[in-house]
């Protein structure tokens, strides 16, 4: 393909994430994204989860069963010529881990706050990620339908939180019973509202703003509060600046009701219109011995792509493993010759697709921004890269050491093959770390949150039917370890035989019971260096060397 075609169809392209706390309505906004582009037909409801219709983006059974969302999810749709790529993200803090890895795939964020809550503790956490890698973010306040927080007292606690100035694009006139809508400040008009979940963005009525007259008459003291709010707001307020939105030092901010449909087509269109295209990645390129950082730009025709994320049984009844590839530069056309680089094993999937949650359909080609799945039978981790050729591995795909563990009883002894394959699979996936003490005995699982345990409980038994008990155990941290030399390694590992365990990846881990343990080997073996957390296998390469 052509160079000046290749980078056509990468500036077509808006990769995002979806962030919040739980119950702000994001998953509601996710459908109604999806159902504005054309790319599904009819929404589903989560609060109608005893109903058949569940949300597009909430596949597990436990998701339908809970009405929340436990892992991301991935959707593609196409608006106004533009390939866009949407990442649904967990909002509960127990898999904050799973969210982070997703915003390491992605270009900007959508933040989606909740009107009368404001922004939440969760919300402030997945913040921190995005201010670390300088994400973009576009901010929408919802639920401006209901009885709400004053918008001049939100956008001052964003402003708080994200350390950033907030540039109103629409403005709420009025909330909860006396909602009238809202003023669209890129357009100059006012979009009046009216409830209903089966209304259509182009139905919703439209006022120029030149018509201040018929507008205050309508609309009375909300309107003229509007208005007096609207101008502190913006005299207080940067004009917006692009460079300043893609750099993270400043968010848009858009309102409305995602229940309603109201709203969500002014952010449909800032993705289309302010959102980043896909941008160049770092990684370190391997030549002849010698490793160096390389700027990997997105139109290069070189295809190379990062697995963000694996997930096992999407289809239970085929038992497939999906890895779920960003596509970081090049093109992806059938056929061609994959090289996995922690292994430099060729990548052989069955099938590659493109999601609109569970739907798949084959890809065609697929470019810079893209997230593409592979079928595979095993061979690929979290964070490796993948080449059609190239030695680069790309960085910065972390796992965080576990705060919660508990042990594996099986109920059944004879489904001991079963749960193996069970644990190894969902270890690989990131759902739940799973340790092997290399001393031998039960199998131990490490969490962030309780219920992460409760969620592979559930899929062991549906998934692999395999009925276990979790049990306690006297472990509260893990921090894995690497050595400068062997023969220090080996005298580390002699000195504490119980304490040592591999993880997924084959890394090694130093388990502790009390949070001085670390203090105390790192006094007694100074040149043994102690992790809190490990990018990809980069460990275990480094200790198998």
């Not at 533009?82 to 509960?92: A, K, M, S």
């Not at 956490?125 to 001049?152: A, Q, Y």
């Not at 009525?205 to 707001?233: C, K, N």
Request: with cysteine; proline share 5%.
């Amino acid at each position: 393909m052509q160079v000046a075609s290749l980078a056509a169809e990468v500036k077509r392209r808006r990769t995002f994430a979806i962030i919040s706390h739980p119950d702000a309505g994001k998953t509601t906004l996710t459908e109604k994204l999806l159902l504005f582009s054309g790319a599904i037909q009819i929404a589903g409801s989560v609060k109608a989860r005893k109903a058949t219709r569940h949300a597009t983006s909430d596949w597990m059974e436990i998701e339908k069963q809970r009405g929340i969302s436990v892992a991301s999810s991935v959707m593609q749709m196409l608006y106004r010529e533009h390939v866009i790529n949407l990442l649904d993200t967990p909002g509960h803090k127990d898999f904050s881990e799973d969210t982070y890895r997703v915003l390491t795939a992605v270009d900007s964020a959508l933040m989606v706050i909740d009107a009368a809550n404001g922004v939440e503790a969760q919300t402030k956490r997945l913040i921190e990620v995005c201010r670390t890698r300088d994400t973009p973010i576009i901010t929408f306040v919802n639920k401006m339908d209901r009885e709400v927080r004053d918008p001049l007292d939100i956008l001052d606690e964003v402003e708080r939180e994200l350390g950033m100035p907030c540039v109103p694009m629409t403005w709420p006139v009025g909330q909860g019973k006396s909602f009238g809508g809202i003023i669209d400040l890129r357009a100059h008009s006012m979009k009046v509202f009216e409830s209903g979940s089966q209304r259509r963005p182009q139905d919703f009525e439209t006022v120029p703003l030149s018509d201040l007259q018929a507008l205050q008459t309508r609309f009375g003291h909300e309107f003229a509060t509007a208005l007096e709010s609207m101008e502190l707001a913006t005299g207080a307020s940067p004009t917006f600046d692009r460079e300043a939105f893609l750099a993270g030092k400043q968010t848009p901010v858009f309102f409305g009701s995602g229940v309603n449909n109201f709203g969500v087509m002014e952010v449909l269109d800032a993705l289309v219109d302010l959102a980043p295209a896909p941008q160049a990645r770092t990684s370190t390129l391997i030549t002849q011995g010698q490793t160096q950082l390389k700027t990997i730009e997105p139109d290069q025709a070189l295809f190379s792509g990062v697995v963000f994320k694996v997930q096992a049984n999407m289809d239970p009844s085929h038992r497939d493993r999906i890895a779920f590839v960003r596509v970081a530069s090049g093109r992806y056309a059938p056929g061609m010759k994959l090289k996995v680089q922690r292994t430099g094993k060729e990548l052989r999937p069955t099938s590659v697709v493109t999601f609109l949650s569970q739907r798949r359909e084959a890809v065609e080609e697929a470019f810079a921004g893209d997230i593409i799945g592979f079928t595979t039978h095993g061979g690929v981790q979290l964070g490796d890269t993948i080449t059609d050729g190239a030695s680069l591995q790309f960085t910065g795909l972390p796992f965080f050491a576990p705060e919660l563990f508990m042990t594996v009883v099986l109920k059944n002894p004879l489904r001991t093959k079963q749960l193996q394959t069970g644990l190894a699979q969902l270890g690989e996936e990131g759902a739940i770390q799973v340790f092997r003490p290399d001393a031998g005995g039960l199998m131990l699982l490490g969490a962030i949150g309780q219920l992460q345990f409760e969620v592979v409980q559930h899929r062991l038994k549906a998934e692999y039917d395999c009925d276990v008990r979790l049990e306690g155990c006297p472990y509260t941290g893990a921090r894995w370890i690497t050595a400068d030399t062997p023969q220090e390694l080996k005298e580390f590992l002699n000195a504490y035989p119980s304490r040592m365990a591999s993880d997924a990846a084959n890394a090694l881990a130093y388990l502790c019971t009390s949070p001085y343990d670390v203090r105390l080997a790192q006094e007694r073996f100074p040149k043994i260096h102690f992790h809190p957390l490990r990018e990809h296998a980069g460990l275990a390469l480094q200790n198998a060397q």
